[in-house]
């Protein structure tokens, strides 16, 4: 066997032992930014809930996130400072060229003696292009010291967050943008549409409408948020929905998909 032969082979190996992939897969790219400190939650506590978030959300190699040496120097530029509102990390993820942006709230609360600590995440997910919430997270771990260890606070709050980061990513991941469509709309103005309960609407949850168009001339698609509507009527299969405040007209097609809001007992 030649020399060349050799090194052909184990370069070879080293890629079947690496698992590279033979081609570069399609990823979403995400900015993660530092969440809100809520009651008993420090500022180091909100950057290092980021951080964990972010390398869970990247083990599936789906989910590219934006570095934070990038995000923060695009801060600078613009004159932000974390916490941010939702308008500012909106309009920070799409100078960061980023299809999807993550937030929340952290809280935290340790009992006397140490003896056992409680986080609470709330993370919101929104599609940058559409201004959307689509998705989100609503996590409390609780753990307690061991009676026979000496625990710090330090080590049981690591601890929560390394727990709490793996369930929020979780249910980030398996937490799909529920979406359907407009059938009709009827005389009143009401949207008829072919999705329901069995696709995880509700009665009074809210669905924005959106309009997907190809140029023929640019062959570029376009998807712009025609408005919002609430849920009037909801079966397992389909649903009636009233549109909210003033928009641009509807029609049979259009896109709908679903707002997300914490549940009830995770708002603040």
């Not at 990390?89 to 003896?115: I, M, S």
Request: proline fraction near 4%.
């Amino acid at each position: 066997m030649s020399r060349r032969t050799r090194r052909f082979n184990a370069a070879a190996a080293l890629l079947l032992f690496t698992g590279l992939p033979a081609a570069p897969t399609a990823t979403t790219r995400v900015l993660v930014m530092d969440f809100t400190a809520g009651h008993g939650a420090t500022a180091f506590l909100c950057r290092e809930l980021a951080d964990s978030l972010a390398l869970a959300l990247m083990e599936d190699g789906t989910l590219d996130v934006v570095p934070r040496s990038q995000m923060e120097q695009e801060m600078d530029l613009r004159g932000l400072h974390a916490p941010l509102s939702e308008a500012d990390a909106l309009k920070l993820a799409e100078g960061l060229r980023a299809d999807r942006a993550l937030t929340g709230e952290v809280e935290l609360q340790v009992r006397e003696n140490l003896t056992g600590v409680k986080l609470t995440v709330r993370a919101v997910l929104y599609e940058v292009p559409l201004q959307l919430a689509v998705s989100g997270a609503a996590v409390t771990v609780q753990l307690e010291a061991k009676p026979d260890e000496s625990t710090s606070r330090d080590r049981l709050q690591l601890d929560a967050l390394s727990e709490a980061c793996a369930r929020a990513a979780k249910q980030l991941r398996s937490g799909s943008a529920t979406a359907g469509k407009v059938l009709v709309v009827d005389g009143r103005g009401d949207l008829h549409l072919d999705i329901g309960t069995r696709e995880g609407l509700r009665l009074g949850a809210r669905v924005a409408i959106i309009r997907s168009e190809i140029n023929p001339k640019t062959a570029e698609r376009t998807v712009r948020k025609l408005g919002e509507a609430k849920i009037v009527s909801v079966g397992a299969t389909d649903a009636v929905a009233t549109p909210l405040g003033q928009q641009l007209p509807v029609r049979s097609l259009d896109q709908i998909r679903l707002i997300y809001e914490l549940p009830k007992g995770q708002r603040k």
